[in-house]
């Protein structure tokens, strides 16, 4: 089975500041077509989760464009160019390769 | 435009079956996989299967011995049974929509990017 760990687990950050959260699997995510299977989610308190990135550093559809994603082989990062308070929140990374399996969480805080 | 509704009961007996629904309104069920995901209080997300609407499934391997989804076309609904169950499958449950989100070599690569709101179910006697 395919382990994915986030790091940190937790993160304070001011507004209109960067913030960054790692994404590692046990096993390289590259699948045979070239893409890196891995996507990104958020859940903001009280809601349902939401899709942010798909293969890796491919923005959903209506999320801004301060959100970015990267990586390749068995790590990968997610990238907020300037948090704002709407971002606050669990964030997700989830490796696609063999079934699903998603990373611990990453709790977001805005200061 | 596609929304998602999750029902079932609040409260399970420990070793008896969970058994939840999810339907889709505003859009067919044909076409797309529909997947589970859980998240247990205080824990993180776990992902537990989905079906194609053809009735293909893909289980996690932690709950596959006791789990099952199923769906049913004609109502535009799809469900979870889980058998067995015990305190630690008290989580809230969300169903969601794997839908293609781009093409991948000969096929398409999907993501869930339509959730329900999530239905809490606690295990306890």
């Known amino acids: 089975d395919i382990v994915v760990t986030q790091s940190p687990l937790s993160l304070s950050v001011t507004p209109g500041e960067p913030a960054s959260i790692s994404c590692r699997s046990s096993q390289s995510l590259l699948h045979s077509s070239g893409y890196y299977y891995l996507d990104w989610y958020l859940q903001k308190p009280g809601q349902s989760p939401q899709l942010l990135i798909y293969?890796?550093?491919n923005r959903a559809s209506g999320v801004p464009d301060r959100f970015s994603g990267s990586g390749s082989g068995t790590d990968f990062t997610l990238r907020i160019s300037r948090v704002e308070a709407e971002d606050a929140g669990v964030y997700y990374c989830m490796q696609t390769l063999q079934t699903r399996t998603f990373g611990q969480g990453t709790k977001v805080e805005i200061k | 435009q596609v929304q998602l509704q999750e029902s079932g009961p609040g409260l399970v007996k420990p070793s008896e079956t969970l058994f939840l629904t999810c339907t889709v309104s505003g859009g067919s069920i044909g076409g797309y996989y529909w997947s589970w995901v859980r998240r247990p209080p205080g824990k993180g997300l776990e992902w537990i299967g989905y079906?194609?609407?053809?009735?293909?499934?893909n289980y996690n391997p932690s709950l596959q011995s006791r789990l099952t989804i199923l769906v049913e076309t004609s109502k535009n609904q799809f469900s979870l049974k889980l058998t067995s169950v015990t305190a630690e499958d008290t989580a809230t449950y969300y169903c969601?929509?794997?839908?293609?989100?781009?093409?991948?070599?000969?096929?398409?690569?999907?993501?869930?990017?339509?959730w329900g709101q999530g239905t809490t179910v606690t295990v306890s006697s």
């Open positions: 293969l890796a550093s």
């Open positions: 079906i194609y609407y053809s009735g293909n499934t």
């Open positions: 969601a929509r794997l839908n293609r989100v781009a093409p991948v070599s000969n096929y398409y690569y999907h993501s869930m990017d339509v």
